[in-house]
């Protein structure tokens, strides 16, 4: 939808009784009207505004004529058009694929291990408080951008202003990264579901002693380990030392792709089915196995801790004895920047933020859609199902530690907190092998689901320029993309790959995602505008917002998200992240690796990750600007929006220059 701009003035056409009238015959299913081969209305607004203009029965010629008189000073005038573009099934698939989207691995496995790491209950205090201020916030943005403009990221910043479209590639990039490394988690996931059905789970048989690997090392609690390090990634020494493919992992990881084809390959008209299964059943297996762990002995204890972490185990006390620790408060965290931090962090990712995934989705809704409604759903059952998440997790190792008498405190992070203190519990626990493939083929299908809207996000964006022919059909386009993607992760699958997985995770969306969404709302609430922002929002969903959401989007969320990205940046600088080098099991028996510094070639690789994103915003502002500043001679053309040029040809509709509502500079 686009305005008319005549000097400082905008005018919008939500105004004109003519255009409200044929909406409303359209909504009533009234077939008047130009219609386009699908049998979608498309409505072009008469610039010149003339008396005796009737946007339901003037003819092409009409039409034409209107393009052909644009002014040429680059202050478009106002077109609606009503783009052929397929939308969901129903309201449910847009809420299950987006519940999809949010809901993912990092709900299982990072927010629990947070949640102790900073003070239990206390960090849900920062939490919410991040969820209220940043996540929500730039939740609705997102949403509001997919389904105004009805484009992907790429085109909808474009829509905005020419000079905003590097926030768009900046989001494509971050998105491609992270579905790298996703699917090589994906691919772990498929790994253990299938060894889930030995007849002894393998992670619970005894593993060898030997010269290099000493006899204390090979303890109830440390078998997973050895099945994870030694049998599973074959782990290298360090990330320098390549080795050589691991067959079976990069079979996984093939699977995995394979799976995103099938299910992407005709974008939401088949995802938006899958989803069904894939968003539904995760829910139902964790409740299954919240109801086995807190079934098991010593649960309870567990789930003492993960709400207060001050809370002992007997092996947790008798090493805070042997090593004279003392127990400090929880309360302390409130006072520590690095909570926040982590609060912040966990909001972005487990709302899928800054990835284009939201944009995507929200792009084929209906433009009436009331996504206010469900943007507070979404975020309610994302944030309990994190909760209830932590509370079976650590009821599950919770009482593996209390039934062995060991300790809980030095549990293991990331992707180890599934691959082996969950599986060493659940090894533990009757029918082990029925309740460890339903575990993995529940972590399947949440990092499924997360990688779906990854793929739809990147597709979407890509619908939005010229980049890929519009004579190719989306299977060619989704075959190849799931081909080079997949090529471009075998290396996931050397001997040194969980190293690589940890270095994209660290480096790949981090800063560059804070970058995108604090450039995201400066972009709608000052560029835009927030009063025009506010009436959009009551237009598509009935509901203006307070003034309470207009101070967030205008200064709360902007100074909060430059506060996280300028101490993120600085605590970089001053504290360089450092990389888990496998040593092996030491002779004390609890420590399998040891923090190194990256090797130079790691922080070339982390630097090309962090740069090629993020500085598309600089250089396409720059762009954009150039030709005001030095003359028309210094004008680019790139192929930005390929959709509605193409509108424009077919169906009349006028040429995009760039300079938006609001965008006189």
Not at 236 to 250: L, Q, R
Request: net charge negative; glycine share 8%; aromatic share 16%.
């Amino acid at each position: 939808m686009y305005f008319q701009q005549n000097g400082d003035s905008h005018t919008s056409p939500m105004s004109d009784p003519k255009l409200d009238e044929h909406r409303r015959l359209i909504d009533k299913g009234d077939k008047g009207g130009d219609m386009t081969e699908k049998g979608a209305p498309l409505v072009i607004v008469n610039p010149r505004k003339d008396a005796d203009y009737n946007p339901v029965t003037d003819d092409e010629k009409n039409r034409t004529e209107e393009v052909d008189k644009i002014p040429s000073d680059g202050r478009e005038q106002w077109v609606e058009e009503v783009e052929e573009r397929i939308t969901w099934g129903s309201n449910l698939e847009f809420i299950l694929s987006t519940i999809g989207s949010v809901v993912g691995l990092g709900n299982l496995w990072r927010f629990p291990i947070k949640v102790k790491q900073y003070g239990g209950a206390v960090f849900l205090i920062p939490y919410f408080t991040m969820l209220v201020i940043e996540g929500v916030p730039l939740f609705l943005v997102e949403l509001w951008i997919g389904q105004k403009f009805r484009s992907g990221c790429i085109g909808g910043f474009y829509k905005i202003h020419k000079a905003l479209s590097g926030i768009g590639f900046a989001t494509w990039m971050i998105g491609f990264y992270t579905n790298l490394y996703y699917n090589a988690i994906i691919m772990y996931t498929i790994y253990y579901f299938f060894a889930s059905f030995q007849k002894t789970l393998p992670w619970a048989a005894d593993c060898p002693i030997g010269d290099d690997y000493p006899a204390n090392c090979c303890t109830n609690n440390t078998k997973s380990s050895y099945y994870w390090y030694y049998e599973v990634l074959h782990i290298s020494p360090d990330i320098s030392t390549a080795g050589s493919f691991n067959w079976d992992i990069t079979l996984c990881l093939l699977l995995a792709w394979v799976t995103c084809f099938l299910c992407m390959v005709k974008g939401i008209k088949t995802s938006g089915k899958v989803v069904y299964v894939t968003a539904v059943f995760p829910f139902i297996a964790l409740i299954g196995l919240f109801i086995m762990g807190m079934t098991l002995e010593g649960a309870m204890e567990g789930v003492k801790y993960f709400f207060d972490p001050t809370y002992r185990f007997a092996a947790d006390a008798e090493m805070d004895a042997k090593n004279n620790v003392t127990i400090l408060s929880s309360w302390r965290h409130l006072y520590n920047p690095y909570c926040w931090l982590e609060a912040a962090a966990q909001i972005f990712y487990s709302l899928s933020l800054g990835f284009g995934s939201c944009i995507a989705f929200s792009s084929y809704n209906p433009p009436k859609t009331n996504f206010y409604k469900h943007a507070l759903c979404i975020s309610v059952v994302n944030s309990v199902t994190s909760i209830f998440a932590g509370v079976t997790i650590f009821a599950i190792v919770g009482s593996n530690a209390y039934k062995n008498n060991i300790s809980i405190d030095q549990l293991a992070t990331g992707p180890g907190l599934a691959f082996i203190a969950v599986s060493e519990a659940i090894a533990t626990t009757p029918a082990a092998q029925l309740w460890s493939a339903l575990f993995f083929v529940m972590l399947f299908m949440l990092g499924i689901d997360s990688q779906f809207a990854g793929i739809e996000g990147m597709m979407t964006a890509l619908d939005d320029t010229t980049l890929i022919p519009k004579a190719i059909p989306r299977p060619v386009v989704m075959g190849l993309f799931c081909s080079f993607s997949f090529l471009l992760g075998l290396p996931f699958g050397m001997q040194n790959g969980q190293y690589l997985v940890d270095l994209f995770d660290n480096f790949s969306a981090n800063f560059p995602l804070m970058m995108v969404a604090f450039f995201e709302v400066i972009a709608v609430s000052w560029v835009y505008g927030i009063d025009r922002f506010c009436e959009d929002f009551e237009e598509m969903t009935g509901y203006y917002p307070n003034i309470v959401w207009r101070i967030m989007w205008v200064v709360v969320t902007p100074l909060s998200l430059a506060f996280v990205l300028i101490y993120s940046l600085v605590d970089q600088l001053q504290t360089p992240l450092l990389y888990g080098k496998f040593v092996g099991c030491n002779a004390d028996g609890d420590s399998w690796t040891e923090d190194v510094n990256y090797p130079p070639w790691a922080w070339g690789l982390a630097g090309i990750l962090v740069f090629s994103s993020f500085l598309f915003i600089p250089v396409m502002a720059a762009i954009a600007f150039l030709p005001k500043v030095l003359g028309p001679k210094w004008e680019i053309t790139l192929p930005l929006v390929a959709a509605v040029e193409d509108a424009k040809k077919k169906n009349g509709a006028m040429a995009m220059t760039g300079n938006y509502p609001n965008s006189a500079a």
